[in-house]
C-alpha cells in the first residue's frame, strides 16, 4: 500500500515553455501532497506543500508564479514550471500521507527529471 | 528550531558485514517521530525503518534497526548482513507534528562484494 506515482520520469524542454508534472496517490486519498527539489548529491528541499482544494503553501524563497501548484483532487497534485529556464533544470520529487494509515509518514513518489535546454 | 545532522557523508562496508549510520537531531519537542529513508540510484525514496519518539523500544525491520537516545538526540541506524542492494543514499528525518519533514544530509553508503 501507500504508493505514489510521478509523471513523466524525464521530461526534456526548451528555455521558455511550460512543464507539468503528475503526482498521483494509486492506493489512497492524500489531502497533503509535497513537492521537493533535489540538486546532484544534496538532500530534498521542501518547495511547496499541496492541500486539497485550496493554495498551496511555499517555502521561502520558492515563487508562487513559477512553480503553480494544483491539488483538484486527492489523488492528483500537479506542478507546473512556467516559462522554463536553464536553471530550473533538476530532479522533482513529489510525497503524500496517508491520513488512513502513518499520518506522520510520508511515501514518496519516483521523481521527474527535467532537464531544460 | 528542528535540525538533522548526518556527520558522515561517505561510508563502505563490505558485504555481509554490519554498519552503522549516525545522525543526531536538536529539538525542544517531547512528541516527535524519526526515519530513516534510502534513495538508492534510481533515486526512488524508499521508507526504511519509522521511530515514535515516545517509544521506548528500538524499531526493527528485518536487517534494519536503530538506536534510539532520546536524551541524546541520536537515532542511529544498524545495517545487518549488508547486501549489495543496500548501496544507496541514506536520508535521516525529523517529523514534529508540523506539516513538513526536516532532512538530514544523507550519508552514501556503498556495499563491497
Known amino acids: 500500500g501507500a504508493v505514489v506515482s510521478q509523471h513523466p520520469s524525464r521530461v526534456i524542454c526548451k528555455s521558455g515553455t511550460s512543464v507539468k508534472i503528475e503526482c498521483r496517490s494509486l492506493?489512497?486519498?492524500?489531502?497533503?501532497m509535497f513537492w521537493y527539489r533535489q540538486f546532484p548529491k544534496k538532500s530534498l528541499m521542501l518547495m511547496a506543500t499541496?492541500?486539497?482544494?485550496?493554495?498551496?503553501?511555499?517555502e521561502q524563497g520558492v515563487e508562487k508564479d513559477k512553480f503553480l501548484i494544483n491539488h483538484a483532487s486527492l489523488t492528483l497534485s500537479t506542478l507546473t514550471v512556467t516559462s522554463a529556464h536553464p536553471e530550473d533544470s533538476s530532479f522533482y520529487i513529489c510525497?503524500?500521507?496517508?491520513?488512513?494509515?502513518?499520518?506522520?509518514?510520508?511515501?514518496f513518489g519516483p521523481g521527474t527529471r527535467l532537464l531544460v535546454l | 528550531a528542528q535540525t538533522v545532522t548526518q556527520s558522515q557523508p561517505e561510508m563502505s562496508v563490505q558485504e555481509a558485514e554490519t554498519v552503522t549510520l549516525s545522525c543526531t537531531y536538536d529539538?525542544?519537542?517531547?512528541?516527535?517521530?524519526l526515519f530513516w529513508y534510502k534513495q538508492p540510484p534510481s533515486r526512488q525514496m524508499i521508507l526504511v525503518i519509522r521511530?515514535?519518539?515516545?517509544?521506548?523500544q528500538n524499531a526493527t525491520e528485518n536487517r534494519f534497526s536503530v538506536n534510539f537516545q532520546k536524551a541524546a538526540k541520536s537515532f542511529s541506524l544498524k545495517i545487518s548482513d549488508s547486501q549489495l542492494g543496500d548501496t544507496a543514499m541514506y536520508f535521516c528525518?525529523?517529523?514534529?507534528?508540523?506539516?513538513?519533514?526536516?532532512f538530514g544530509t544523507g550519508t552514501r553508503l556503498k556495499v563491497l562484494a
Open positions: 499541496s492541500n486539497e482544494g485550496s493554495k498551496a503553501t511555499y
Open positions: 528525518a525529523f517529523y514534529s507534528g508540523t506539516y513538513k519533514y526536516i
Open positions: 510525497s503524500a500521507r496517508d491520513p488512513q494509515g502513518w499520518q506522520e509518514t510520508q511515501y
Open positions: 529539538t525542544s519537542e517531547s512528541n516527535y517521530y
Open positions: 521511530q515514535e519518539a515516545y517509544k521506548q
Open positions: 492506493d489512497f486519498q492524500a489531502t497533503t
